[in-house]
């Protein structure tokens, strides 16, 4: 997995496309100094926020309706406050200064059109908003904010890579209480823009665009907080199969966030080599990240991540070659101690594709062709069959096929519905 890069590119004041920004996001969040400052509770921010943004938006609104859904989103949110104070808590010492703040000058742009201001869109004039908290809020500005610009793909790609490259898939089961108060604080920002009555011979008109967008926000920051069902899609496949290429068009199509095994074995073996030998060591024994232990630790890893998103409301994709019946096991265990809805979905190709597939990529990442030709014998070798209950999970891609792609997604809606 290629780490984020640490310097800051937004640091000047510059327009970054999304992948340059996600990274620099990364890299702040991981390097930022740890604000747990004493005598703050657990997501006064959030509180302090929402607060005041739903006392202002209430005084807005003129329908007895639409002001009983605003108490009901503010009970909504309170209680799921509640719910997870204890996982603020426990991330106190993750608390950062907003990265818009030290970003003020930044600007997120997509195929050279600008699309956010600070990058992330996040509004720094709201109560609270100086004080420094969770990353979650951070990420979850900028998810609102690509929804805001009806850029649904843009979202889904900012949360697979960031996850992908942070790691912190426990951030996940914040992002709907802090998306509901940053999508709030939108519709509150919405209604700045009315102008005084009596002021402007368009007064009407303007007041009628302001109070849809008002209303369109809180529209989203309903979608956020309503309850998901999401499904668990478990990619089976040696290497060549496919796997890979075509679950990354799951997060664009279908919302889902990858858990990819080459990432998390990388990142535990780092974390292994960062605890035993904190100096680096250069006369240290190799670790196998390969071994029987490692891909058990991998495997754990990747049930966990997937545990997380799920209990998130967030459909999740484990991209792994699972060759036993225990791994997928492990995995499909996720989904149903939740009754949540499982696929296995089987990657598949001839033998002649495979080799075709797996010399071309050794010969584009400067690799050794008969080792990797090596890797992918043991694996067939070392497949299970699958079990007559997995059976029932399951469904076969034929990744050589000319639809494949169209013919995974139409599987998935077929057996499981998306949140």
Not at 96 to 101: D, M, Q, T
Not at 108 to 120: D, K, Q
Not at 237 to 257: N, Y
Not at 397 to 411: F, I, K, P, Q, Y
């Amino acid at each position: 997995m290629r780490s984020p890069p640490t310097a800051d590119p937004a640091a000047s004041g510059e327009s970054l496309e999304l992948e340059a920004l996600i990274d620099a996001l990364v890299a702040y969040h991981r390097g930022a100094a740890s604000h747990d400052a004493e005598g703050q509770p657990a997501g006064e921010p959030l509180a302090r926020t929402m607060t005041a943004e739903l006392a202002a938006i209430r005084e807005a609104l003129l329908d007895d309706e639409e002001r009983e859904r605003l108490d009901q989103l503010g009970h909504w949110f309170e209680q799921d406050r509640v719910r997870l104070t204890p996982l603020l808590e426990a991330r106190a010492a993750r608390r950062v200064p907003s990265w818009a703040h030290r970003h003020p000058g930044s600007r997120l742009c997509h195929e050279g059109r600008p699309l956010l201001v600070n990058a992330i869109g996040r509004d720094l004039e709201v109560p609270g908003a100086e004080l420094a908290d969770d990353p979650a809020s951070d990420l979850a500005a900028l998810l609102v904010s690509l929804e805001g610009r009806e850029a649904p793909a843009l979202t889904r790609l900012a949360l697979d890579r960031y996850l992908r490259y942070a790691g912190d898939y426990e951030l996940a089961r914040l992002l709907s209480l802090y998306g509901t108060c940053h999508a709030v604080s939108a519709a509150r920002r919405a209604l700045r823009r009315r102008p005084a009555a009596g002021r402007d011979p368009e007064h009407p008109a303007l007041l009628a665009e302001s109070m849809a967008e008002c209303r369109r926000y809180l529209a989203l920051a309903e979608r956020i907080a309503e309850f998901r069902f999401p499904p668990l899609i478990i990619a089976v496949g040696v290497s060549g199969s496919g796997k890979s290429r075509f679950t990354r068009g799951l997060v664009t199509g279908l919302g889902a966030i990858r858990v990819s095994s080459e990432a998390e074995r990388q990142r535990l073996a780092q974390a292994d080599d960062a605890s035993i030998h904190p100096q680096g060591d250069g006369d240290a024994a190799a670790v196998d990240i390969f071994g029987e232990a490692a891909t058990a630790a991998t495997y754990r890893r990747l049930a966990s991540c997937a545990g997380l998103l799920l209990d998130a409301g967030i459909p999740a994709c484990v991209d792994a070659t699972c060759l036993t019946r225990a791994q997928r096991d492990l995995l499909r265990q996720q989904a149903e101690a939740r009754g949540l809805p499982c696929l296995l979905v089987s990657f598949e190709a001839d033998d002649a594709t495979l080799r075709r597939r797996i010399e071309k990529r050794a010969h584009r990442q400067g690799g050794a062709v008969e080792e990797s030709l090596a890797v992918l014998a043991s694996q067939q070798r070392r497949f299970e069959p699958f079990a007559d209950e997995e059976r029932l999970h399951l469904v076969h891609l034929d990744t050589t096929a000319d639809n494949a792609a169209e013919t995974l997604v139409g599987l998935i809606q077929e057996h499981v519905t998306l949140g």
